[in-house]
């Protein structure tokens, strides 16, 4: 991230250069990919114009289904930039949703991946609940594998952010219940009962499958009869969040303990 200032604008432009030599171009790519992969770096990619330049290599490909190595690598990088949300509020200024939305009907990984991107990036003014099922059923899939920890696409994929926190997005967003019920059929609950039930139970990941449930409870009778079908597992999670809490009171404590006796001593 230190060298990202230098780097960010150099790469950009060697994989610019249409007459470049391809092997260099795919390399600066790839080094894009590794910075963009922090929310610290997301400042420097706008300063940089970094969403113009990925844009026209994702554009430039030769047809609209023939994705070369050059634009997946240009959406992979746009993607990690949306999914650490840095600079939300620059790429929307942009224009990137309404990129982002048009490349979500792509078949295949490209589609998915964008779709991703536009749950991170936000999108006020589009329907989320209208992408297309083979899309939310990807995106379930891609949810189960993570959840067990597989390889899915070449990547080792976090819940968070990642396909939990996209799947937040599109629930807590849907402007009606269809999605809710279509997710729940292709079996939503039991993937979010599988985190709620994964040792160790991780905070951040159980805090973002409550919040699914909290709406998908509000909307859907079948999600109001599962949860309490499951209430022994989700007081069990609760149990196991209430470690959490004691955990970080332990902490917060520790530092006001330490902070009583006085200034720090020298060593």
């Not at 968070?160 to 402007?175: D, M, Q």
């Not at 990941?205 to 499951?230: D, F, K, Y």
Request: charged content about 25%; glycine content about 8%; hydrophobic content about 45%.
């Amino acid at each position: 991230a230190l060298a990202a200032p230098v780097l960010v604008p150099k790469m950009l432009e060697v994989a610019a250069e249409e007459t470049g030599d391809a092997e260099v171009r795919d390399v600066a790519m790839k080094i894009l990919v590794c910075l963009a992969d922090t929310s610290e770096t997301g400042p420097v990619f706008v300063r940089a114009g970094a969403y113009p330049v990925l844009r026209g290599l994702i554009q430039r490909r030769a047809s609209a289904d023939a994705w070369d190595d050059l634009s997946k690598t240009a959406l992979d990088v746009l993607s990690n930039i949306c999914l650490h949300r840095s600079v939300n509020a620059e790429l929307r200024q942009k224009g990137a949703h309404l990129f982002l939305r048009d490349l979500s009907s792509e078949p295949g990984f490209p589609g998915l991946q964008a779709s991703l991107a536009l749950t991170h990036v936000g999108d006020p003014g589009f329907d989320i609940g209208a992408l297309p099922p083979s899309v939310l059923d990807s995106l379930l899939d891609l949810l189960r594998r993570a959840i067990d920890g597989d390889v899915a696409y070449d990547i080792q994929w976090d819940l968070v952010p990642g396909p939990l926190s996209a799947l937040k997005y599109l629930v807590l967003h849907a402007r009606d219940g269809g999605m809710h019920e279509h997710l729940l059929r292709r079996g939503l609950f039991e993937c979010l009962l599988r985190v709620l039930e994964a040792e160790p139970l991780r905070a951040e990941e159980a805090e973002a499958a409550l919040e699914i449930l909290g709406r998908l409870v509000q909307t859907s009778e079948r999600a109001r009869n599962v949860v309490l079908l499951a209430e022994r597992s989700l007081h069990r999670a609760e149990e196991q969040l209430r470690k959490y809490g004691r955990a970080a009171k332990l902490a917060e404590g520790l530092v006001e303990s330490a902070r009583s006796y006085g200034s720090l001593s020298e060593l």
